[in-house]
């Protein structure tokens, strides 16, 4: 019957080697018996040898937990989460496995290898991030004056170097901000943006090889393989959309009395799109290691809906004024009004809309950019505040709880770094660290949220039927 298949697949999940003896047990019956209290079989389904269907897995789960409860020995146990064994069949089960059935430790080994190398690819563009505001911050964007999509091989002798050189003393920012600079000088800014562009083709074989590993192994279903198409695709256009940027600095100024450098709308498209790859990147490697929010009871998951709804437009804002942050950088607005919190003598500053027409101000206006910077971090902070305030006393998961004090934390933090890199006319050091910390306020964002979304209906069901039940089962294992 099915609810033997049921027991062999909880002892099989469990890695236990005693179903023999359980089964010559005279509990045996009794366990049967069990089963069908806690479980109740979908209409037209079947449960073969091989594993469970997608239905019966929360039961399994479920079934499992409480013949523990009634003191059944299962030998070496390993504890079972619903997000596990839906994982296998929803998010992540190749067809290769769901053809041939394999047990679900497979497929998630699977899983993890994949999770894993998305996490470490997010990484890699987390640091090519930080690698960009180093380049950015010494003024070394602008060294090299051509690109390859390919790329090549860096000056290795004096004469290379001195070729190298001479391309760059064509330059607007060599004739009127670099002139008399020295071969030695040179090398440091070039080695700079040689390193930012190299990482990033870097990043391009870490993601593609094993990419390619995974689909052949048949590891990606159709849609995560479409998804992560996209993400490559996305990471190779950054390359081009990074030299579009450089080649605007590279152009002589309107004005003698500007200063070279590039475009801030080009500089906030190319840092919005690392932050969009990276986001994409977290964002599905989160889905593939827990395919199931974190759960427990009905009650943490209204909680969690709670808390979404306040998080989303607190997210829209934090992305916001990071992309506000793109057009001070771009301005180089932050080497301007260096105090706080007036900026200057002033609330606020005479010229905020001197440009024409209007809507330029709060693009290429150095005054009306940092004020925007400055009132859009006040609300971030406000909102973040707020969002925890609302839910301090809501019935949500420790996992939720902590999100949420962690995000008040960082912004924070975040807001500290902001006011110090300010005042203190934006050293590269404190410069590299407010823009570490934007990515990382935004990371525990995408971590709220992706925490906070709505479970499945499987596991919905399955938590519908334990309060049914009358019981005060914490299911605290979900991941």
Not at 77 to 92: E, G, R, V, Y
Not at 273 to 288: K, P, Q
């Amino acid at each position: 019957m099915w609810q033997g298949r049921l027991l062999q697949l909880v002892c099989r999940r469990t890695k236990t080697q005693n179903l023999r003896h359980f089964k010559n047990d005279n509990t045996f019956d009794e366990a049967r018996s069990f089963a069908r209290q806690y479980t109740t079989k979908p209409s037209g389904q079947s449960i073969s040898s091989k594993g469970a269907s997608e239905g019966l897995r929360p039961q399994c789960y479920l079934f499992y937990h409480g013949l523990l409860k009634k003191g059944y020995n299962f030998g070496t146990l390993q504890h079972m989460s619903t997000s596990a064994a839906l994982s296998s069949a929803k998010k992540l089960r190749a067809t290769r496995f769901g053809a041939s059935g394999l047990i679900a430790e497979e497929a998630e080994a699977a899983r993890m290898k994949i999770a894993t190398w998305l996490f470490g690819c997010g990484a890699w563009v987390f640091s090519m991030v930080m690698l960009g505001g180093v380049t950015r911050l010494t003024r070394s964007g602008l060294s090299m004056t051509d690109w390859k999509f390919t790329g090549n091989l860096p000056p290795m002798t004096k004469d290379q170097w001195e070729i190298e050189f001479d391309k760059y003393k064509q330059s607007p920012e060599y004739k009127r901000v670099n002139k008399g600079m020295s071969l030695e000088d040179f090398k440091f800014i070039y080695w700079m943006e040689y390193a930012h562009r190299m990482w990033g083709r870097g990043l391009g074989v870490v993601f593609a090889v094993p990419f390619a590993y995974f689909v052949r192994k048949g590891y990606l279903t159709r849609q995560l393989g479409l998804r992560l198409s996209a993400l490559f695709a996305m990471g190779a256009a950054q390359g081009l959309v990074g030299w579009w940027m450089v080649k605007s600095g590279l152009q002589e100024p309107e004005s003698e009395y500007v200063e070279p450098r590039v475009s801030p709308y080009r500089l906030a498209t190319h840092l919005t799109s690392a932050f969009i790859i990276y986001c994409g990147l977290l964002w599905t490697g989160l889905s593939v290691a827990m395919p199931e929010p974190p759960t427990g009871s009905v009650a943490w998951v209204q909680g969690s809906a709670k808390v979404r709804r306040i998080a989303l437009p607190v997210s829209a804002i934090v992305a916001l004024t990071a992309i506000s942050g793109a057009f001070v950088a771009g301005n180089d607005a932050g080497r301007a009004f260096n105090t706080f919190p007036k900026m200057g003598d002033k609330w606020i500053p005479d010229g905020l809309f001197e440009l024409k027409p209007a809507i330029r101000n709060f693009f290429e206006n150095t005054a009306t950019v940092q004020l925007d910077h400055r009132i859009l971090a006040s609300t971030t902070l406000f909102a973040i505040g707020s969002m925890w305030f609302a839910t301090r006393n809501a019935q949500i998961h420790p996992a939720v709880e902590h999100l949420v004090k962690c995000t008040v934390g960082m912004t924070v933090l975040q807001v500290t770094l902001g006011v110090s890199t300010l005042i203190s006319y934006v050293p590269v050091s404190l410069g590299t660290a407010h823009q570490a910390g934007a990515l990382t306020l935004f990371t525990m964002m995408i971590l709220l949220l992706h925490a906070t979304r709505k479970p499945s209906p499987a596991l919905l069901k399955s938590l519908h039927g334990i309060s049914k039940k009358g019981g005060q089962t914490v299911l605290t294992n979900f991941r």
